[in-house]
């Protein structure tokens, strides 16, 4: 039984190890507007945490160029200016050969700062 425990402890340590998240994560997927060098395009947020979140896009900008993010919302919108860490071009299956290649693409990113939007030193009681 402790053998057991030691293995278990072991495999634990590993995945904690592994898991270089610092901060939990918001599973919700929402729409942000993207400009970069290389132009401007829509992007479909996904898995935001306070220092940065995956952005699916059709054109990822490059890895090390900064991007401005802008979260559309009905109170003003909020904008962040990023680093994009990482880029990523999936191309899969789908289980049924009539729905064709499934593709995603998109970026991950560093946040750096954020913009004060209109009204941002406002306060109202």
């Not at 634990?12 to 610092?22: I, S």
């Not at 220092?51 to 919302?73: D, L």
């Not at 909020?78 to 995603?104: D, F, K, N, Q, S």
Request: contains cysteine; charged residues 25%.
């Amino acid at each position: 039984m402790l053998l057991w425990g030691r293995r278990e402890a072991r495999k634990a340590e590993a995945r904690r190890a592994t898991e270089r998240r610092g901060a939990p994560r918001l599973d919700k997927v929402f729409r942000v507007y993207l400009e970069g060098d290389r132009g401007c395009g829509l992007g479909i947020a996904r898995n935001i945490s306070e220092g940065g979140m995956f952005v699916e896009t059709r054109a990822p900008q490059p890895i090390g160029s900064q991007v401005t993010i802008t979260f559309p919302s009905d109170a003003g919108d909020m904008i962040a200016v990023a680093e994009v860490r990482y880029v990523c071009h999936l191309l899969g299956r789908a289980p049924t050969a009539e729905r064709g290649p499934l593709a995603m693409r998109g970026m991950g990113i560093r946040f750096l700062y954020f913009e004060p939007g209109p009204g941002a030193g406002l306060r109202v009681h």
